[in-house]
């Protein structure tokens, strides 16, 4: 589903108060948006799969419209980002339920790997003046390519393939993060808050979903 945010370009320059302020807003839409997620994580816990599947196809639509009302309605962008963390949530709770169920410490672990690769390649991307276009558009291509090597190891078997599957995603998302901690430098839209957040909210989600797989295969 991340895919669907990405594709434009770096921005522009920004004033340093426009910066501070889009960068300060942003972070906190993240955050909020991630408390929604885990709520709704907790309370979808039983959800059936059919439900979650729903829950996941309404996220989608959430993003879609985020798409059209970022430059229409401030306060219904703002609300579809919430929505969207919410759905997830819930389409995600059974997932998530079942690797806290079999091993706790796997959900601790790739919880902890997340902030700090978050921090980490967030702050490179931040603080670098080298434009990271390209290195967004080539992840962009990368993750489409990942995709379907995921879609390819649903029927095939390919020896040690998962790990191979959230080494790569992991390479691939530390190029988005960059990218889009960047544009928060570059631009100076506020507007554009909530559809940077959705971004960098998906980027650490599909990040703790891979670290959830290499940490629960290790143990």
């Given at each position: ?67 059209f009302s970022v430059r ?103 190029g988005l993060t960059m ?41």
């Open positions: 589903m991340s895919e669907y945010l990405y594709g434009g370009g770096g921005g522009y320059a920004a004033t340093g108060d426009q910066t501070r302020t889009l960068f300060s807003q942003t972070m906190w839409y993240v955050a909020i948006t991630a408390g929604i997620f885990a709520l709704g994580s907790y309370v979808g816990r039983n959800l059936s799969p059919g439900v979650a599947i729903v829950c996941y196809i309404a996220a989608f639509v959430c993003l879609f419209g985020m798409r229409r309605s401030a306060p219904l962008t703002v609300g579809l980002l919430f929505a969207v963390g919410a759905l997830l949530g819930l389409a995600l709770s059974p997932t998530i339920s079942y690797y806290a169920a079999a091993d706790p410490s796997a959900v601790w672990s790739a919880g902890g790997a997340t902030a700090l690769f978050i921090a980490g390649f967030g702050a490179a991307g931040y603080a670098t003046r080298r434009d990271l276009a390209v290195v967004g558009r080539v992840s962009f291509i990368a993750l489409i390519a990942l995709i379907v090597f995921g879609i390819v190891l649903i029927f095939v078997h390919i020896p040690h393939g998962s790990l191979i599957y959230s080494v790569l995603g992991l390479v691939i998302f530390a990218f889009d901690f960047q544009r928060l430098r570059r631009n100076s839209d506020l507007n554009s808050a909530p559809f940077i957040a959705a971004s960098i909210f998906l980027d650490a989600l599909n990040v703790f979903l891979f670290f959830l797989r290499i940490f629960s295969r290790q143990n």
